[in-house]
């Protein structure tokens, strides 16, 4: 950009002698310079049209401050500097993927230097011979952003297939990690009671039976109430069971509380609850995202219920 203001000045000055009048030619200098800061301006893609009709307006007045002050007969030479710079804005224009739009500003271009040559009695062929180069490069810039364009769609292309990859990947992996988790919680909680049965036939106690009886009930909770089986929810839950309370534990969350803390003043909430109960019911249950009451515990003896928000703070404590 640099360079590009100041070869625009460059020129611009060094022809002054060879216009009719310096004025408007300086002043097309200034308004080609601004206007060509707006194309390195961080702006989405493609350009604004604001921004893009402000190229193509300049590029059109530029043309007719600059061509009707060249001189008459000869080759206008660097005088005609304008054509160069507005065909680069032009081509970068067309990189901002607005092609239509710098094929319009061209042929403003192309007429207003072919009104100058042909109201100068030049003709037309030499206002052509003046923009011919410039819409060669025009038309390479446009198929060079054509084929950036589809490069850069297939990149992203293969980009989004990595990412989805990758998260099947992870999903996969994931899901083995949780297989793997649940097959040793079952090996801790449940293959010592299946070998007994194997050894000494089905339990003949209360005790025994209450035992095996806990522990279905800790298998259904883990199936049914994921996100409530943190350690000391389950420890209180099977103690609870073994006073004889029914306990019921429900996620139809699929998840946790939005933070840990929430997590941590929920399951204080439930071991209270819990610890509370020494005979009837308990049902602790996550409801579903986006609900007020992201908890509620229900305890029948008392008939009482307790709910907390998406928090873990209680929001009320009614009889039920």
Do not use: C
């Not at 080609?32 to 049209?49: H, I, Q």
């Not at 307006?57 to 007719?64: G, H, I, Y």
């Not at 899901?175 to 070998?195: D, K």
């Not at 840990?260 to 109960?277: N, P, Y």
């Amino acid at each position: 950009m640099g360079l590009f203001i100041f070869s625009n000045i460059l020129y611009a000055f060094a022809t002054l002698d060879d216009v009719k009048s310096p004025g408007p030619v300086i002043a097309a200098m200034v308004l080609v310079n601004a206007t060509a800061v707006l194309l390195v301006l961080k702006r989405p893609d493609p350009f604004p049209l604001l921004l893009t009709s402000a190229v193509v307006v300049t590029v059109a007045v530029s043309t007719l401050l600059v061509a009707f002050q060249l001189p008459d007969v000869g080759p206008p030479g660097r005088a005609s500097w304008h054509l160069g710079s507005n065909t680069w804005m032009l081509f970068f224009l067309a990189m901002r993927r607005r092609p239509g739009a710098a094929w319009l500003g061209y042929v403003l271009m192309a007429a207003g230097t072919l009104a100058w040559s042909t109201s100068v009695g030049r003709g037309v062929l030499d206002g052509v011979l003046l923009l011919d180069t410039h819409a060669a490069i025009l038309f390479v810039g446009t198929l060079f952003e054509i084929n950036l364009r589809r490069s850069a769609r297939r990149i992203n292309e293969l980009g989004e297939h990595s990412v989805a990859s990758a998260i099947e990947a992870a999903e996969a992996a994931t899901s083995a990690q949780i297989r793997r988790r649940r097959v040793r919680e079952l090996q801790v909680s449940v293959v010592p009671l299946l070998e007994r049965i194997v050894d000494r036939g089905p339990p003949q106690t209360p005790d025994a039976r209450l035992q095996y009886a806990t522990a279905e009930a800790l298998l259904r909770d883990g199936v049914r109430g994921r996100s409530l089986m943190m350690p000391k929810i389950a420890a209180a839950a099977t103690k609870a069971r073994e006073r004889g309370v029914e306990v019921t534990l429900l996620d139809d969350r699929g998840q946790g509380l939005d933070s840990g803390e929430a997590m941590v003043r929920m399951s204080a909430a439930i071991v209270a609850e819990l610890d509370a109960a020494h005979e009837g019911s308990v049902t602790v249950r996550l409801a579903p995202q986006g609900r007020p009451i992201a908890v509620s515990i229900v305890t029948s003896n008392a008939r009482d219920r307790v709910e907390l928000d998406a928090s873990g703070e209680r929001v009320m404590s009614r009889k039920a």
